[in-house]
């Protein structure tokens, strides 16, 4: 083997080498913006200048290793360049347990998916390290640097494989549910609340079905043909699918999948208006939902939302329904302890209803899984025992005992303009003490992002006592709102990471405070 041989060898192993062990969080990016190359474009730009230091330290080693390997070859010192070798390798070794151990609140899950974009970002760099060595070998060895580059170049070309993979689950999918015409198919979408309505409606049907959900915020085609393929029995008498979307088109899919026969639309309002554009678009695509209902399906609108009532009268359906129009709730009493609240068909007959999910607006999204629930047949005991058993969905209004005396209300799952009202209404009924609110503010809400992040502030300013807000770039807007409500700015804290924000707590909590966690941002959000 020829010494340039040996050399190119050497070289682009080096830079296929130290590029991959500081490609982890690059590969995490993309995978907490679902393998979305725009998503993980504007992911880039919000952080990826932090990430790029790793891959600027391990280009600058290389440089010093090929420093080496020209000095000892000229000096004879072949043995000095192992030790070089094995510095090199060590520093990469280092900037990879480095990434691996940072702390994070969503980890990187290996998947196969994960799995073929590790293998075509390794073909990507053997191959590209070796053109750049033709054309000089320092550009092999600068490799590094372009990480984030690459990874998104391993994610395009495995792009075609990653369809064919989605279209066979997809399509295995749907012959398993063409095989179980009789179950009862129901799709939940909406702009918020669709994963605690999908709950409610579980646990209501449950008083007289067998029930399959989906877990947590399984809401997309790959998610929902996992449990489809997995977890759909025999017994399963009914099947609720909960529908997201960040896409034009991404609710006709799912329904191209579940063929639903009922439908739930619980809100129409601004999210995801980053990669929506328009609030009219998410109108639109919400009400994909409604448009795949068969002729004799049946649809079923929230209160209370302007959106949600016009595309109530919009709907062609015969049995559509707003929450609310058949069965009332009379006598409502709602405050830390939960709500409770007579449940009224208006013929006479009524059953007192008690829940511990927080919020007037959990009693808006009852009333609309009761008129779901009625459609099927419940009665009006079925639907109280059902209401009974309801549990706080994790991170949505979920009240915690610390054991401190503080009261810590999580809603820190996902945020939103009518969410966000919400929790603060919830924070406002709690008097025992002060109430402070933890938030980064919210996101995903395009050129209005900084405009509602500032009505956010209003609100805040007639809820809280204490605000700590995370993140000085992201909390301009909030800051602006809370003066112009008048809010207190000596009891107004800013800090940079949510660590900062439980140590600055700790300092400030005392027993009987509440404290409201509003919205808690992935890493792909963080500044």
């Given at each position: 083997?020829?010494a340039?041989?040996?050399?190119?060898?050497?070289?682009?192993?080096?830079?296929?080498?130290?590029?991959?062990?500081?490609?982890?969080?690059?590969?995490?990016?993309?995978?907490?913006?679902?393998?979305?190359?725009?998503?993980y474009?504007?992911?880039?730009?919000?952080?990826?200048?932090?990430?790029?230091?790793?891959?600027?330290?391990?280009?600058?080693?290389?440089?010093?290793?090929?420093?080496?390997?020209?000095?000892?070859?000229?000096?004879?010192?072949?043995?000095?360049?192992?030790?070089?070798?094995?510095?090199?390798?060590?520093?990469?070794v280092?900037?990879?347990?480095?990434?691996?151990?940072?702390?994070?609140?969503?980890k990187?899950?290996?998947?196969?998916?994960l799995?073929?974009?590790?293998?075509?970002?390794?073909?990507?760099?053997v191959?590209?390290?070796?053109?750049?060595?033709?054309?000089?070998y320092?550009?092999?060895?600068l490799?590094?640097?372009?990480?984030?580059?690459?990874?998104?170049?391993?994610?395009?070309?495995?792009?075609?494989?990653?369809?064919?993979?989605?279209?066979?689950?997809?399509?295995?999918?749907?012959?398993?549910?063409?095989?179980?015409?009789e179950?009862?198919?129901?799709?939940?979408?909406?702009?918020y609340?669709?994963?605690?309505?999908?709950?409610?409606?579980?646990?209501?049907?449950?008083?007289?079905?067998?029930?399959?959900?989906?877990?947590?915020?399984?809401?997309?085609?790959m998610?929902?043909?996992?449990?489809?393929?997995?977890?759909?029995?025999?017994?399963?008498?009914?099947?609720?699918?909960?529908?997201?979307a960040?896409?034009?088109?991404?609710?006709?899919?799912?329904?191209?999948?579940?063929?639903?026969?009922?439908?739930?639309?619980?809100?129409?309002?601004?999210?995801?208006?980053?990669?929506?554009?328009?609030?009219?678009?998410?109108?639109?695509?919400?009400?994909?939902?409604?448009?795949?209902?068969?002729?004799?399906?049946?649809?079923?609108?929230?209160?209370?939302?302007?959106?949600?009532?016009?595309?109530?009268?919009?709907?062609?359906?015969?049995?559509?329904?707003?929450?609310?129009e058949?069965?009332?709730?009379?006598?409502?009493?709602?405050?830390?302890?939960?709500?409770?609240?007579?449940?009224?068909?208006?013929?006479?007959?009524?059953?007192?209803?008690?829940?511990?999910?927080?919020?007037?607006?959990?009693?808006?999204?009852?009333?609309?899984?009761?008129?779901?629930?009625?459609?099927?047949?419940?009665?009006?005991?079925?639907?109280?025992?059902g209401?009974?058993?309801?549990?706080?969905?994790?991170?949505?209004?979920?009240?915690?005992?610390?054991?401190n005396?503080v009261i810590?209300?999580?809603?820190?799952?996902?945020?939103?303009?009518?969410?966000?009202?919400?929790?603060?209404?919830?924070?406002?009924?709690?008097?025992?003490?002060?109430?402070?609110v933890?938030?980064p503010?919210?996101?995903?809400?395009?050129?209005?992002?900084?405009?509602?992040?500032?009505?956010?502030?209003?609100?805040?300013?007639?809820?809280?006592?204490?605000?700590?807000?995370?993140?000085?770039?992201?909390?301009?807007?909030?800051?602006?709102?809370?003066?112009?409500?008048?809010?207190?700015?000596?009891n107004?804290?800013?800090?940079?990471?949510?660590?900062?924000?439980?140590?600055?707590?700790a300092?400030?909590?005392?027993p009987?405070?509440?404290?409201?966690?509003?919205?808690?941002?992935?890493?792909?959000?963080?500044?």
């Amino acid at each position: 083997m020829t010494a340039w041989a040996i050399l190119t060898i050497y070289c682009v192993t080096i830079a296929s080498v130290t590029t991959m062990l500081c490609a982890r969080p690059f590969w995490h990016l993309l995978q907490l913006e679902s393998y979305q190359l725009p998503g993980y474009g504007r992911a880039l730009r919000r952080v990826g200048w932090r990430e790029w230091f790793s891959g600027a330290l391990l280009a600058m080693t290389n440089l010093l290793l090929i420093g080496a390997l020209f000095w000892s070859a000229f000096s004879g010192m072949i043995l000095f360049v192992a030790w070089a070798t094995l510095i090199d390798f060590a520093v990469a070794v280092f900037v990879y347990m480095r990434l691996r151990r940072r702390p994070t609140k969503k980890k990187l899950v290996i998947t196969p998916r994960l799995a073929r974009l590790l293998w075509a970002t390794l073909l990507v760099c053997v191959l590209g390290s070796l053109a750049a060595y033709i054309v000089h070998y320092m550009l092999a060895l600068l490799w590094p640097l372009l990480t984030p580059a690459w990874v998104a170049l391993a994610a395009w070309l495995v792009q075609p494989l990653e369809a064919r993979v989605n279209k066979g689950f997809f399509q295995d999918a749907q012959r398993v549910l063409r095989g179980r015409p009789e179950l009862i198919r129901i799709g939940i979408t909406g702009s918020y609340g669709k994963t605690s309505v999908k709950f409610m409606l579980a646990t209501l049907l449950g008083e007289r079905f067998h029930v399959l959900t989906t877990p947590g915020s399984f809401n997309t085609p790959m998610g929902l043909a996992r449990v489809i393929r997995e977890q759909l029995a025999p017994e399963h008498q009914v099947f609720i699918a909960e529908m997201g979307a960040r896409h034009v088109g991404d609710i006709r899919e799912l329904c191209e999948l579940v063929s639903p026969a009922i439908g739930l639309l619980t809100s129409v309002g601004p999210q995801h208006l980053e990669t929506m554009g328009t609030i009219e678009r998410v109108t639109e695509t919400k009400y994909e939902l409604i448009q795949s209902l068969p002729r004799d399906g049946a649809a079923f609108f929230g209160r209370n939302n302007e959106i949600c009532e016009r595309l109530y009268h919009r709907c062609p359906l015969s049995e559509k329904r707003l929450a609310g129009e058949r069965l009332r709730a009379e006598d409502v009493e709602v405050g830390p302890f939960g709500s409770r609240f007579a449940l009224a068909d208006g013929q006479g007959r009524r059953v007192l209803c008690q829940t511990k999910l927080l919020g007037a607006h959990n009693i808006d999204n009852l009333l609309l899984c009761a008129e779901a629930a009625l459609h099927l047949g419940l009665t009006l005991e079925e639907m109280a025992a059902g209401i009974a058993k309801l549990q706080p969905v994790e991170h949505r209004l979920q009240l915690l005992d610390t054991g401190n005396g503080v009261i810590v209300i999580d809603d820190a799952f996902n945020s939103n303009p009518a969410g966000a009202k919400s929790a603060l209404d919830v924070l406002r009924g709690f008097t025992t003490g002060r109430r402070i609110v933890i938030t980064p503010g919210m996101v995903e809400l395009g050129p209005q992002q900084d405009a509602l992040n500032e009505t956010f502030g209003r609100q805040m300013a007639d809820s809280a006592d204490i605000a700590i807000l995370i993140g000085k770039r992201r909390a301009e807007p909030i800051i602006r709102g809370l003066e112009k409500g008048g809010f207190d700015p000596s009891n107004l804290h800013v800090v940079s990471t949510l660590d900062e924000s439980t140590a600055l707590l700790a300092t400030l909590a005392r027993p009987g405070d509440a404290v409201l966690y509003e919205n808690d941002l992935p890493e792909n959000y963080a500044e």
